[in-house]
């Protein structure tokens, strides 16, 4: 039946009346519930829901109803995005779906009884800026609802939206009992897959948690003496060595850089020392630990320098050690406890420390992360989801978690069954994982390509070798920068990347200069803070600027290199042939004092760059005759010719491998590498991408370097196919003008 604009206007006038009745009204749920009732019976709807967003549980709950099964209130939760619901929320756009069933999306929960309703139609509800929730109106007939509903609807959803902003925040209020039925109720949160594999393991909830016992007290913590406060610094001390002893075999690269500064705090008189001295004046020696630390703390955190701030953390991490170690001796500290980690946020350093102490793997609930936190657990093999769910992080101690990190699945207390399913699906991974690989990689028609490893720690080269990796393509030097609180010494780097090359035996390998500066932040290099990091001062720019530490580096790796086949030196991000020019002659500089010192180095390494700016590839023929070799890093190169952030979800949709301008970009840069008889190798992530590899091989690129864990993948991937082949869809892909028409070429390929 046609509406006519006067029962709109009526709608408005009644709904008005109703939000003066209940803005002074404290009675959340009757409000709701009559506001429901109301539009339900104005748009002579079955059903009318009102759905409220949780900024904490970044959840939408279903809170009031009319229409739907009363028992389902405060039992349908929904994640911005999800279902028909949650699109609506997160786009903040009217959906009007008329066979809602059918609709792809649409979320069916069976203990609403909604099976009869077919006609749907969601408005968020918002208030400036601020997402509130969604109202929703149902009917039984298909096709029910029309345009002018739309507008109708849209205009009593503003007028309700004050009030109903005000009941939300009052419900919130009461929300600490709701959180914890929440909890009970959570069994599986899909998250984001950041680094694969399968873990199973009890959770243990990290940061906020684990450093409590600083600042909270805990019942019995008085009963302490001296001998007990002795007894815990001993212990602390023991366990940063185990810890160490740990990273030392895992993380070479680390060595003794992780701990060095717990160890020198442990050691200093002024710390300890005055613990010891409050106790003996007569304070509890819980209160002596904290008094001591907190006032380290504050003066760290004062500092105008970031690396100092950064003690602070240290300071913590240690106290809470002590604090921790004085339980008696059979209770087990936080990490052993459980070994699936939750945290809000993750730093390299922290990936290693719970590495180290036993954590199988890590879900993030909260916040985003940088990309080398999963390059790094990657590098670690140990799962990584990133989940925005916060209620994971008030899951008690002991609860068992299940990772899929392939999918960004966890579950939670999952039952026998999942668990044993997971199980065998692991052992066939293993299997597959240690498949015999060949030593060289041939195509069907007998045309060679060359494999080589992305390698980040040390700890990876063994795994490289044994998948008959032919060398490294890419060897990411920042990670014992990224991990330590002050610039690796140029000894210190002179000893990881020996044993690199040594480890090597001669084959190939592509030493990448530090690629610091943009999300890889050097919390000591003091750096001030940019707008714009992603295009400031990062990389090779770092380096030319602080050429002391772009020297060390070089010399390094220069006489690391002595009396080695086929080492490679490659500066990341260049962006004009000047810079270029100028970082090789930094090289030929410190080749002259290393002479000019008799100190053994390689004169012949090759010099390189990366390939991952638009203005590289607008010169890309210059370029090829300055360079020895070009390495493509498609992951920074989409990121700047698209300007599409490769970390940020939000423009993920605009991050696109197959646009035609990285096609042709990437067949470009190929063809002026073979014009200039240089090598052209791409390590970047669209490497290991299945789907990408018949395009790069079909462009003439011949050299792929990927994570270790890809190889054998890649290597069945290309013996699959034929050259002849790859090549004629590749000329097909590049006559391709839009993302639509690539992607149908993409899609066309049969593996
Ligand atoms: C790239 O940008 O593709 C690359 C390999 O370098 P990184 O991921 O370290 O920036
Ligand atoms: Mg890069």
Redesign the pocket.
Known sequence: MQKKASDYLNLLFDIGELADLVTGSSDLESFLELAVDLVARHFNAPVCSIYLYNEKSNRLTLKATKGLKPGAVNKIHMKPGEGLVGRSFETLSIVREGNAGKTPGFKYFKEAGEDPYNSFLCVPIKRGVEKIGVLVVQHRDLNHFEMSDERAIWAVVNHLAGSIENARLLIEFSQTREDAEAIDSLVFVKGNAAAGGYALGKAVVLNEQQKSILYDPVPGEDQFIKQDFSLAIEKTTQELKDLQKGFEQKLPESASLIFTAHFMILKDKNFIGRMGELIDEGLNPVDAVRKVAAKYMAVFSASPHAYMREKSQDVEDLSVRILNNFRARDEKNTYEKGNIAIARQVFPSDILKYVSAGIKGIILASGGVT??VT?LARSLQIPLIIAEESGLLNLPGNTTILMDGDLGNIYINPDKKTIKLFETKAGVERQAHSASMESTTWTKDKKRVILLA?INLLSEVPLARTLKAEGIG?Y?T?FPFLIRSTFPSEAEQYVIYKKLFDEMQDHPVMI?TL?AG?E?TLAYSDSPKETNPELGLR?IRFSLKHRDVFEFQIRAMLRAAAGKKDIRIIF??ISSLDEFLEAKQVVYDCMDALSGEESEFNRDVAIGM?V?LPSALATIDEFAKEADFF?????????YLLAAD?ANKMVADYYIPCHPAVNRGIAKIAEAAYANSIEVS?????AHEKEYIPFLLGVGIRIL?VDPQFLPMVQKTIMNLSMADAVEYAKRMLSETTVKGAKKVLESWKF
């Open positions: 990309s080398h390059i992305n890419l990411r920042e990448r690629d943009g890889k990389s990341p991000l990366m991952e390495s493509i890093g498609t992951n920074d190169f989409i990121q490769r791409v390590c970047g992530e669209m370097s």
